[in-house]
């Protein structure tokens, strides 16, 4: 009975990944990843094909800048990852009004969810700002997180 029980569990799963992966699309995406994989010219010209595309640069770009933000102003400790979530926050508001501004529209962007970010912002701000007891312990959490909350909670009311 445990046998038919574990098959019927597997068939299960199977049966929902050949669902996910039914698609065309998706089996084709996967084919051509495969395949770029094993051979190693395919797999040279597929990451530079994805190194050359703006997300990369993007990203690559926020990666570094996150990567001297530790350097300078981090002493390795745990509280960093405090100024990183604020740090990516900020970077995810600013690519937001970037790409606002760039397409001249607001599709996509929910003026309730702003609503609720800039009283996150606005609540977080309050308990940092006059206190210091919700501040990372290293050096980052001297200015630089505040002002990246700062940036932040500006960024969702720009918007």
């Known amino acids: 009975i445990l046998a038919q029980v574990l098959l019927k569990g597997r068939t299960r799963r199977d049966t929902a990944y050949s669902r996910c992966t039914s698609s065309p699309v998706a089996a084709g995406a996967m084919d051509s990843m495969q395949e770029a994989l094993r051979d190693p010219e395919r797999l040279k010209a597929t990451a530079l094909r994805y190194m050359k595309s703006e997300a990369f640069k993007v990203w690559a770009g926020f990666s570094t800048f996150v990567f001297v933000v530790f350097m300078l102003f981090s002493s390795g400790d ?63 959490g001297d200015w630089l997180y505040q002002l990246c909350e700062c940036i932040g909670f500006c960024l969702a009311c720009a918007l």
């Not at 929910?110 to 970010?117: A, D, F, G, N, R």
């Open 78 to 140: 745990f509280s960093f990852l405090l100024t990183l979530s604020s740090l990516v926050s900020v970077f995810s508001f600013l690519m937001v009004v970037v790409k606002i501004e760039s397409g001249a529209s607001v599709k996509g962007v929910s003026l309730k969810m702003m609503e609720c970010y800039i009283a996150i912002f606005f609540g977080r701000l309050c308990a940092i700002l006059p206190f210091e007891g919700y501040l990372p312990f290293d050096k980052s």
